[in-house]
């Protein structure tokens, strides 16, 4: 999409840095039970986004939970979306290098540090599932070179404000939209680059099994990981109560030697690490985006789902 940075433009970033003032001037604890209460609202006012979130949850869960469950987890990830805006705000005020540890739990950290102290180049993967910025933030904030892919927000003036607070803390973005070249060079310099790898990747995406679902996966990831012979760390971080306080961990580390005699490179590194973000979100399922569309897209000649409850 074009991006935007007329009048109206700049009135929605206006009112969007004043919204931010505003719950500034409370704590963020009290911040995350407006976020709830917005959520509420938020699910009886949108039907389409209760009905997909539903859906998608009974499509991923079978017949393991019953309509009231399903109902529940799906009230319960949209208000984590809604605190989800609250950590993005807080985050970089919050969050630095001598209070994290009053945030942040760290757990399996270890493999991903021993990869990344040598700087000889990681993939960092996670997925739409609790505070999926938060690891990347705070890696950066330990002084890791690291850069993140991502999709430029339509308004000119919001992603101008959003990058440059990122910037500030050493998380360096880089424009989804040709990002090969610097992807490659950053790997090849021994950096991280990090990427949200939940996305529908179209008809032309790879289809792997997600929640026993077959999901269009970017092929991109597992081509890099080839191509720069670099590991590719899956990681979460996930909220541990309803307040600014999550875990931050590992769920696997996927090293280079572990596909060279596979079959199919390519598909068996996307499997895999699909799998473990999967296996991440089991764990803490109400903090998932339901309402993502992660299923859109079939594999030729199948019926897509359909979006009910």
Same mark, same amino acid.
């Given at each position: 999409?074009?991006?935007?940075?007329?009048?109206?433009?700049?009135?929605?970033?206006?009112?969007?840095?004043?919204?931010?003032?505003?719950?500034?001037?409370?704590?963020?604890?009290?911040?995350?039970?407006?976020?709830?209460?917005?959520?509420?609202?938020?699910?009886?006012?949108?039907?389409?986004?209760?009905?997909?979130?539903?859906?998608?949850?009974?499509?991923?869960?079978?017949?393991?939970?019953?309509?009231?469950? *399903?109902?529940?987890?799906?009230? =319960? +990830?949209?208000?984590? @979306?809604? #605190?989800?805006?609250?950590?993005? $705000?807080?985050?970089?005020?919050?969050?630095?290098?001598?209070?994290?540890?009053?945030?942040?739990?760290?757990?399996?950290?270890?493999?991903?540090?021993?990869?990344?102290?040598?700087?000889?180049?990681?993939?960092?993967?996670?997925?739409?599932?609790?505070?999926?910025?938060?690891?990347?933030?705070?890696?950066?904030?330990?002084?890791?070179?690291?850069?993140?892919?991502?999709?430029?927000?339509?308004?000119?003036?919001?992603?101008?404000?959003?990058?440059?607070?990122?910037?500030?803390?050493?998380?360096?973005?880089?424009?989804?939209?040709?990002?090969?070249?610097?992807?490659?060079?950053?790997?090849?310099?021994?950096?991280?680059?990090?990427?949200?790898?939940?996305?529908?990747?179209?008809?032309?995406?790879?289809?792997?099994?997600?929640?026993? *679902?077959?999901?269009?996966?970017? =092929? +991109?990831?597992?081509? @890099?990981? #080839?191509?720069?012979?670099?590991? $590719?760390?899956?990681?979460?971080?996930?909220?541990?109560?309803?307040?600014?306080?999550?875990?931050?961990?590992?769920?696997?580390?996927?090293?280079?030697?572990?596909?060279?005699?596979?079959?199919?490179?390519?598909?068996?590194?996307?499997?895999?690490?699909?799998?473990?973000?999967?296996?991440?979100?089991?764990?803490?399922?109400?903090?998932?985006?339901?309402?993502?569309?992660?299923?859109?897209?079939?594999?030729?000649?199948?019926?897509?789902?359909?979006?009910?409850?």
């Amino acid at each position: 999409m074009k991006k935007r940075d007329g009048t109206k433009a700049y009135l929605v970033y206006a009112a969007a840095r004043t919204v931010v003032f505003i719950l500034r001037c409370f704590p963020v604890d009290w911040n995350m039970c407006t976020a709830r209460l917005f959520a509420r609202v938020w699910w009886h006012l949108i039907r389409r986004h209760r009905e997909r979130a539903c859906a998608h949850i009974t499509l991923a869960f079978k017949n393991q939970l019953t309509p009231e469950q *399903v109902e529940s987890m799906a009230k =319960k +990830s949209l208000q984590q @979306l809604c #605190m989800f805006a609250v950590d993005f $705000i807080f985050a970089p005020h919050l969050v630095n290098e001598w209070t994290w540890g009053k945030y942040v739990r760290l757990k399996n950290m270890g493999p991903a540090l021993e990869v990344m102290l040598r700087g000889d180049g990681a993939i960092l993967l996670t997925s739409h599932f609790g505070n999926w910025e938060l690891a990347g933030y705070l890696l950066a904030l330990f002084g890791f070179d690291v850069a993140a892919i991502m999709r430029p927000l339509d308004n000119a003036y919001l992603n101008d404000w959003v990058v440059g607070n990122r910037k500030k803390k050493g998380l360096r973005l880089i424009d989804k939209k040709g990002a090969t070249t610097s992807a490659e060079q950053i790997l090849r310099q021994g950096g991280a680059l990090g990427f949200i790898a939940d996305q529908n990747a179209g008809s032309k995406g790879l289809f792997v099994d997600f929640f026993g *679902v077959k999901a269009s996966t970017y =092929k +991109s990831i597992g081509l @890099l990981a #080839m191509s720069c012979n670099v590991p $590719i760390i899956v990681g979460y971080a996930h909220r541990t109560d309803n307040r600014f306080r999550f875990e931050i961990g590992v769920e696997e580390v996927i090293k280079p030697h572990q596909w060279k005699n596979q079959e199919n490179p390519l598909r068996w590194i996307t499997q895999r690490y699909t799998s473990a973000i999967e296996a991440s979100i089991r764990r803490a399922p109400h903090q998932y985006l339901w309402i993502h569309r992660r299923w859109k897209s079939r594999p030729r000649g199948e019926k897509a789902p359909p979006l009910t409850c």
